[in-house]
């Protein structure tokens, strides 16, 4: 009696933490908006645009990124540059054949050494921005893009319209994440699920929330809404460096207006093959989310496993111990559950059974969390491609 009270108890916390994400999360689990949706009109005149695309350790999908931005059905005018951020494989040498052929419209930069306190990708990012001031100090919008991201041909078109239309100063998709073997299909969609329910979309473009956020692979940007909130150095320790730019850009003196939202078409070329690549990116950045804060990491653990485990959990015991109210209580949390998990699913082409393995995911994802934090006190956090940020002196 004293654990299907206790299950009781928690899967009635559960089932309340369900219905306040259905109800009072602004609608995040609804998988919107998403670009190609948008049916802006076009704009009387198509403004010229920078991409600067930072890069380390990308051959095996910077060709393919590459050739997608050099294939965008653009109106306006539209240039690249590659900034190579001491890549130790063929990334450069790839970049730079392709610009030989690109009639003037792909530029390869390298990034000089890497001062301390900056994030690899940043620096490469703020001499891209700075060399695009030099040489086109005209140039109202920038495209700040990664190497292993595929664009639709018409994407860049896409978000002109957005951001015309809407009179906005960033606009950011969340790109579609392969999710082809079994780790991507147990993993992206809680990931991507997670995202939004973290920085609802919708909170994101509404004017009068304090809520902003951007996906870094696919970010434009208006250079002098940039310029005016102090540039990429701003931000130029920051680890999650995305949120970290939409909250620069709407914090600005006089404020900034941003839109996030899902992408079809644009899709990510990174391969998610094993746990750990998976694993490695959520413990990069988790625990700086969570502001390296103990209490803030509890909490998150509570709630995930109340939120996630208790539903099955209040199944099991109703059924073994022969508890309708118990099981009913069960049934109603996972069917919330559900609810809001399958238009991420939907999204991403999986079946709707596929909501069974989502306390799976959050599980993992839970140690993720943990692990994170564990990296970052004994000073291995925010890894990336071999290098550890190193704080200013």
């Known amino acids: 009696m004293h654990v299907s009270n206790t299950v009781s108890a928690l899967v009635e916390l559960s089932l309340l933490i369900w ?24 704009p009387r005149v198509w403004p010229a645009v920078i991409a600067v695309v930072p890069a380390r350790n990308e051959a095996e999908t910077v060709e393919t990124a590459l050739r997608s931005l ?78 292993d991201i595929a664009h639709a041909p018409d994407n860049l078109a896409r978000l002109m319209a957005m951001a015309q239309a809407e009179r906005l100063d960033l606009v950011s998709v969340m790109v579609r994440l392969r999710c082809t073997n079994f ?13 939004q329910k973290l920085y609802p979309f919708p909170a994101v473009n509404d004017p009068g929330s304090p809520v902003a956020a951007a996906a870094g692979g696919c970010i434009l940007v208006r250079r002098r809404a940039l310029r005016a909130a102090g540039g990429i150095e701003a931000i130029h320790g920051e680890l999650i460096d995305d949120v970290a730019l939409a909250r620069l850009i709407a ?63 209040a199944l099991l015991v109703g059924l073994l111990a022969d508890d309708s109210w118990l099981l009913g209580l069960g049934l109603l949390a996972t069917a919330a559950m559900a609810v809001a998990y ?12 596929r909501f069974l393995t ?18 970052h006190r004994r000073g291995a956090g925010g890894v990336w491609k071999g290098r550890v940020l190193k704080p200013e002196a």
């Open 342 to 353: 399958l238009p991420t699913l939907r999204f991403y082409g999986l079946g709707g059974g």
């Open 251 to 313: 914090g600005r003196p006089g404020g900034g207006r941003i839109w996030l939202g899902l992408g079809e078409a644009t899709r990510s070329l990174r391969r998610c093959t094993r746990l750990a690549d998976v694993w490695n990116t959520v413990a990069r950045t988790a625990d700086t989310q969570l502001k390296h804060s103990p209490l803030l990491l509890i909490c998150t653990l509570v709630g995930m496993l109340i939120a996630y485990l208790a539903p099955p959990l």
């Open 358 to 375: 989502l306390p799976l995911a959050a599980i993992l994802f839970t140690a993720m969390t943990i692990d994170s934090a564990i990296r």
């Open 19 to 42: 219905l306040y994400l259905l109800l009072g999360r602004n609608g995040f689990w609804r998988a919107r908006p998403q670009l190609e949706h948008e049916r802006p009109p076009a």
């Open 70 to 147: 050099l294939g965008q059905d653009y109106p306006g005018r539209f240039t690249i540059i590659l900034v190579d951020d001491h890549s130790q494989d063929g990334t450069r040498l790839i970049a730079e054949r392709l610009a030989v052929g690109a009639a003037g419209r792909l530029e390869v930069l390298a990034a000089p050494p890497l001062p301390r306190g900056w994030s690899g990708k940043l620096w490469a990012v703020a001499n891209g921005v700075r060399h695009a001031e030099e040489a086109a100090p005209r140039t109202p919008y920038l495209l700040l893009t990664d190497a």
């Open 183 to 195: 780790w991507e299909r147990l993993l992206i969609p809680p990931f991507v699920f997670f995202f």
